[in-house]
């Protein structure tokens, strides 16, 4: 039986796992993204039609459900590494192979938490205070305008 592999960074992968989790993660993240579009379009107030308080609740929405499902990915690419009766695969036999697939899952976790409280802290407290001020100004806009036609 031919198997094909990939090297990335001194280590073997099978091309297999490889793919299948770049697919799957990546239908993960089309999924999501629609589904965020989705939701800020049928949940969100229709008098708030601010584009950059949308796009950044989106990004937000579909950067946690990414995070959540990131979880199966990361079953899938562990259960692969061992075979039925519980041995390693040919090519996870080597510990720092495991090692260094261990550590790509948990960077691209570190990433999606970092990018949670980036949005959480930094992006989503902007987006409301930058709409709030832009409603603001507008309200006090018209409020002028109508006293001076009074």
């Not at 510990?95 to 990433?111: V, W």
């Not at 999606?112 to 006090?140: D, H, M, N, Q, W």
């Amino acid at each position: 039986e031919y198997k094909s592999y990939l090297r990335m960074s001194g280590i073997k992968i099978p091309s297999e796992l490889f793919i299948g989790s770049l697919v799957t993660f990546g239908i993960i993240l089309v999924t999501s993204f629609l589904i965020s579009v989705w939701y800020v379009r049928r949940y969100g107030h229709q008098a708030h039609q601010g584009l950059l308080p949308r796009a950044i609740a989106v990004l937000a929405c579909t950067t946690v459900l990414a995070t959540v499902l990131l979880l199966p990915v990361d079953v899938f690419i562990t259960s692969c590494q061992k075979t039925t009766n519980g041995t390693w695969q040919d090519w996870a036999s080597d510990n720092a192979t495991r090692q260094e697939i261990q550590n790509g899952i948990l960077y691209t976790y570190y990433t999606c938490y970092s990018l949670l409280l980036f949005y959480l802290f930094v992006l989503i407290p902007f987006a409301y205070f930058y709409f709030e001020e832009g409603t603001y100004v507008k309200r006090i806009s018209s409020r002028s305008s109508l006293t001076a036609r009074l």
